[in-house]
């Protein structure tokens, strides 16, 4: 069994900054064997990838990040972060982690950011 646990989200103006932490819990789980992506659901819309990192610390962005986020891992704490800049209204949304090929029965309850002046 496999537990995400997010945090970190909160209220940011438009153009500011949140750091996002992902926490995996497993027993026996060899995490740096496994990919790990952030996500984001907004009201009304369906749940779409913002970023991935395979265990071997490759990056993949979904298009609309243009090089505002960075998603980065340590291995030994068994944690994912997602660092974003530039913040717009629109980016609002509840954000969540899971492996990079998601796993229905391991969505957390994910951490809302609110995009908001």
């Known amino acids: 069994q496999v537990q995400f646990v997010e945090s970190g989200g909160g209220l940011v103006q438009p153009g500011g900054s949140l750091r996002l932490s992902c926490a995996a819990s497993a027993s026996g789980m060899i995490f740096s064997a496994y990919g790990i992506g952030w996500y984001r659901q907004a009201p009304g819309k369906e749940r779409e990838l913002v970023a991935v990192i395979s265990g071997s610390g490759i990056t993949n962005y979904g298009d609309f990040v243009k090089g505002r986020f960075t998603i980065s891992r340590d291995n030994a704490k068994k944690t994912v972060s997602l660092q974003m800049y530039s913040l717009k209204p629109e980016e609002t949304a509840v954000y969540y982690c899971?492996?990079?090929?998601?796993?229905?029965?391991?969505w957390g309850q994910g951490t809302q950011v609110l995009v908001s002046s």
């Open positions: 899971n492996f990079g090929i998601p796993i229905r029965e391991y």
